[in-house]
């Protein structure tokens, strides 16, 4: 008998298979994540596959019940009475099991997907296990298939087969192979199986085609996949390790799920996982996040090279190499499809009710299409962190970085929509003043390492004409702090990123008045607004999880160590059960909101343990760290290293 049924106890919470929960949506702390590297899906704690696309995360879903509960479709396992449930990964995995005790057993379903390796055919046809074990008594399950393709605008037919069901439409295929049998009514196939004690059932999705499986080659393939996870995940040695703090282990599930949103065959990184789910409950601010955003998937890469992994920032790199091939810099887009598509036309789902009944329901971006002049920085310090790291940067890699950089020269005095995607007008974003001045700064600073031909001359006369513009224009003596845009004296969370990039030292003035300005007018319960003015968009928006993690960052590095831990504890209070991060924050509900997981949370909670890190003394996790080193901390952090 599994040993996992004899853990210490938890907290269950009562639930039943009828309770409709105030409008019938789970909230999102309900809901873990699985996934193989090209695409995800979310599971609630009463065993409910609701959100999946397939074949890829990009494509159209299959089960979309967390945007409609009534049309959406789903795939649950569940007892049939009345349960407790709660759920569970398995340490250092993206495995993730869901237990539930009734009043006649226990079980437990465990969810997982073999993850993406090249050359093999995983890829063709994605596979979903679910192995449901009774570990005590005896429990009735119940297990409902009800896919519905193209995002729910199609009842597939489903027929039966000599191994369980089949789900079809045109040339779309799912099969569901299981040894219960299952009836179909309305669209829906429906098994019902007991189990005793020690006894086990499996359940196996695959898209595409089929392949059969023995008892032996599935647990074999659970195996592989908790011993694929379990070689991936950050390892230290916990009494030296620099986030050995009582959040240790949300930052090794914090790269857990970095690693999800990453693409295995690409190598691009997805904002989230999920589209349209609101940024406020009934609200219009609903986005399609399954994109790989120039600057989060950079960020990203960034957060994963602090827990030792190298390689995601360099196939980050090489695929926008190939994306970049022969195309014009102006004609650089600040998001691509995960697989480099160029199309993310905006659309919306009218026949969805959306999350909690949040309407529109959107697939594609029109962002897409936004001029954001910050995204330039970020590539220019990705790759000044790979040359840093001992990577070599060809010639032909600089030939790229010259043109964006000589583009930067030409275009950081003109408008743009800035970081944070505006709707409304143009307008000189300081932010975005600031990341061209680091686009400038890293490519003159890989000129000189490298001794590659390059203008310095004119690079460092427009950096400075650059340093001194924002200077002028983009800090308010009224706010005593750097504010949104120029002519504006509205403040702006991002500006909170001034010295994590080198532009000021911590102990600059300005610096200090921007943290203190940030603090009194953007603060709210210890929790951060991104800004407070008008962008062009009706209605409201939560407190959002990273821009209150660089607040954080910013009162580490700036000998405010005790006030930044205390945040940080606070602000991991509203994390899930599963330690996975929203977008944002409900300040009267208390609850998450936007699409999640979020790579730019999960990406913060990374950096500020390795920040408040630093401050406290402790050793980085590299003898040179590329990230300290770029984002200009006070040398007196960083007099242990080499």
């Not at 009043?103 to 465990?110: D, H, I, L, N």
């Not at 230290?236 to 959040?247: A, G, L, Q, V, Y």
């Not at 955003?293 to 602090?306: G, L, P, Y």
């Not at 330690?579 to 909670?605: C, K, M, W, Y």
């Amino acid at each position: 008998m599994p040993d996992y049924f004899y853990f210490a106890k938890k907290i269950f919470r009562s639930i039943s298979p009828d309770d409709k929960r105030g409008l019938g949506y789970k909230n999102l702390e309900d809901y873990g994540i699985i996934g193989n590297m090209e695409t995800c899906a979310l599971i609630s704690n009463e065993g409910s596959v609701d959100w999946m696309c397939l074949p890829h995360m990009e494509s159209e879903s299959v089960f979309a019940k967390i945007l409609d509960k009534e049309r959406g479709g789903y795939f649950g396992v569940q007892p049939k009475k009345k349960f407790k449930s709660f759920q569970r990964y398995i340490k250092n995995t993206n495995v993730l099991q869901t237990f539930f005790e009734t009043e006649t057993g226990r079980a437990v379903v465990t969810d997982f997907m073999p993850p993406f390796k090249k050359n093999t055919a995983w890829h063709k046809h994605q596979i979903l296990f679910r192995k449901i074990e009774c570990g005590e008594g005896v429990v009735s399950f119940t297990a409902s298939f009800q896919p519905r393709f193209n995002y729910a605008k199609i009842k597939p037919r489903i027929k039966l087969t000599e191994t369980g069901v089949a789900a079809e439409y045109r040339d779309k295929k799912i099969y569901l192979d299981c040894a219960s049998p299952f009836e179909i009514v309305d669209k829906e196939a429906k098994t019902h199986f007991t189990l005793g004690q020690g006894e086990n059932l499996w359940l196996v999705m695959q898209y595409g085609s089929r392949a059969a499986f023995t008892q032996k080659t599935l647990e074999k393939e659970f195996k592989s996949t908790v011993s694929y996870w379990q070689k991936w995940a950050h390892k230290c040695d916990r009494r030296s390790c620099i986030f050995n703090d009582p959040w240790h282990e949300h930052v090794v599930r914090s790269g857990l799920v970095l690693k999800l949103l990453t693409h295995g065959e690409t190598g691009s990184i997805a904002a989230a996982a999920t589209s349209s789910l609101p940024e406020n409950i009934g609200g219009s601010r609903n986005w399609d996040y399954r994109f790989n955003w120039i600057r989060d998937s950079v960020f990203t890469a960034q957060a994963m090279f602090n827990l030792g992994h190298k390689k995601e920032a360099r196939e980050l790199f090489n695929w926008f190499k190939r994306l970049y091939k022969g195309i014009k810099i102006q004609d650089l887009q600040i998001l691509y499809g995960m697989h480099g598509e160029k199309d993310a036309k905006e659309t919306n789902l009218r026949h969805l009710s959306g999350y909690k009944n949040s309407k529109p329901v959107r697939i594609g971006n029109a962002a897409a299409k936004q001029k954001q002049h910050d995204v330039y920085g970020e590539l220019l310090s990705m790759a000044y962190e790979i040359s840093l790291s001992g990577e070599k940067i060809s010639q032909n890699e600089w030939d790229l970085l010259k043109k964006i950089t000589d583009h930067v020269c030409n275009v950081w005095n003109t408008t743009d929509a800035g970081i944070w995607e505006i709707r409304g007008r143009n307008r000189h974003f300081v932010y975005s003043k600031v990341m061209c001045w680091v686009a400038l700064d890293r490519a003159i600073k890989i000129a000189e390492k490298k001794d590659f031909p390059a203008p310095l001359e004119r690079w460092r006369k427009i950096k400075n004409k650059i340093h001194g513009t924002v200077l002028q224009k983009g800090f308010s003596k009224k706010q005593d702090s750097f504010v949104q845009a120029f002519g504006s004296e509205a403040l702006d969370a991002a500006n909170l990123l001034i010295p994590l990039v080198g532009f000021l030292p911590f102990d600059d003035p300005k610096v200090r008045g921007t943290i203190k300005a940030s603090l009194e007018h953007l603060a709210k319960n210890n929790l951060v607004y991104r800004y407070k003015s008008n962008d062009g968009l009706s209605g409201s928006e939560g407190l959002f999880v990273l821009c209150t993690f660089w607040l954080i960052d910013a009162l580490a590095l700036s000998d405010r160590v005790e006030k930044a831990e205390k945040l940080y504890l606070q602000l991991l209070k509203y994390i899930s059960p599963l330690g996975l991060f929203a977008e944002e924050i409900d300040i009267n509900t208390h609850r998450q909101l936007g699409n999640f997981p979020q790579a730019f949370s999960h990406v913060g909670l990374i950096n500020s343990a390795l920040y408040i890190g630093l401050a406290k003394g402790k050793q980085p996790p590299q003898a040179k760290t590329i990230f300290t080193i770029i984002t200009g901390i006070p040398i007196k952090l960083l007099k242990f290293l080499s």
